[in-house]
T-cell receptor, first 115, second 112 residues
Framework: DVKVTQSSRYLVKRTGEKVFLECVQDMDHENMFWYRQDPGLGLRLIYFSYDVKMKEKGDIPEGYSVSREKKERFSLILESASTNQTSMYLC??????????????FGDGTRLSIL | SQQGEEDPQALSIQEGENATMNCSYKTSINNLQWYRQNSGRGLVHLILIRSNEREKHSGRLRVTLDTSKKSSSLLITASRAADTASYFCATDLTGGGNKLTFGTGTQLKVEL
């Protein structure tokens, strides 16, 4: 079974702090994704990565950055946390295929509160 | 605006009944996927239907896709209390490079 592990289920940080959310996958897949989930808005893509050292902006990248130094690990960084970044953060991975048609596999999420 | 919009937003049924959820989207797709999310957990992939397919089954799940209407439906037959969850459709857009665009979800409650 695919395993996607997010480092924390719950996290509380203060405004202005630099926050790191870590995600590790065990499938040796190329694609990794970070989403945030808010009530009434569904999942929104923050950043994604097709390979090591590669990153691309999603729909809402402002206030976030990412790092992919190893294939299995994709980190989301909140450079200076703000209260409007309080949310559920979900990491996902998937195989990269030219013809697409690949499901994504998700971690259990990190519920982040910024005070 | 959301690429995928689910309807209804919330659905409450009795155990044993069938549950139908609908999803509409706006642009050309490679495939459409359905996911389930239990409260406070990550999403679990249920079923994927390609753009050239019209219907797909998996256990008690039946998914249809109508590309002319840009819509899909998920039918759960003989529902159980354990089916209580949120269900999301996600579209893999043509030329989107394996990215998915999710809708806002349908909250299903199955009562005993």
């Amino acid at each position: 079974d695919v395993k996607v592990t997010q480092s924390s289920r719950y996290l509380v940080k203060r405004t202005g702090e630099k926050v790191f959310l870590e995600c590790v996958q065990d499938m040796d897949h190329e694609n990794m994704f970070w989403y945030r989930q808010d009530p009434g808005l569904g999942l929104r893509l923050i950043y994604f990565s097709y390979d090591v050292k590669m990153k691309e902006k999603g729909d809402i990248p402002e206030g976030y950055s990412v790092s992919r130094e190893k294939k299995e690990r994709f980190s989301l960084i909140l450079e200076s946390a703000s209260t409007n970044q309080t949310s559920m953060y979900l990491c996902a991975e998937g195989a990269r295929r030219a013809n697409s048609n690949q499901p994504q596999h998700f971690g259990d999420g990190t519920r982040l509160s910024i005070l | 605006s959301q690429q995928g919009e689910e309807d209804p937003q919330a659905l409450s049924i009795q155990e044993g009944e069938n549950a139908t959820m609908n999803c509409s989207y706006k642009t050309s797709i490679n495939n459409l996927q359905w996911y389930r999310q239990n409260s406070g957990r990550g999403l679990v992939h249920l079923i994927l239907i390609r753009s050239n397919e019209r219907e797909k089954h998996s256990g008690r799940l039946r998914v249809t896709l109508d590309t002319s209407k840009k819509s899909s439906s998920l039918l759960i037959t003989a529902s159980r209390a354990a089916d209580t969850a949120s269900y999301f459709c996600a579209t893999d857009l043509t030329g989107g490079g394996n990215k998915l665009t999710f809708g806002t979800g349908t909250q299903l409650k199955v009562e005993l």
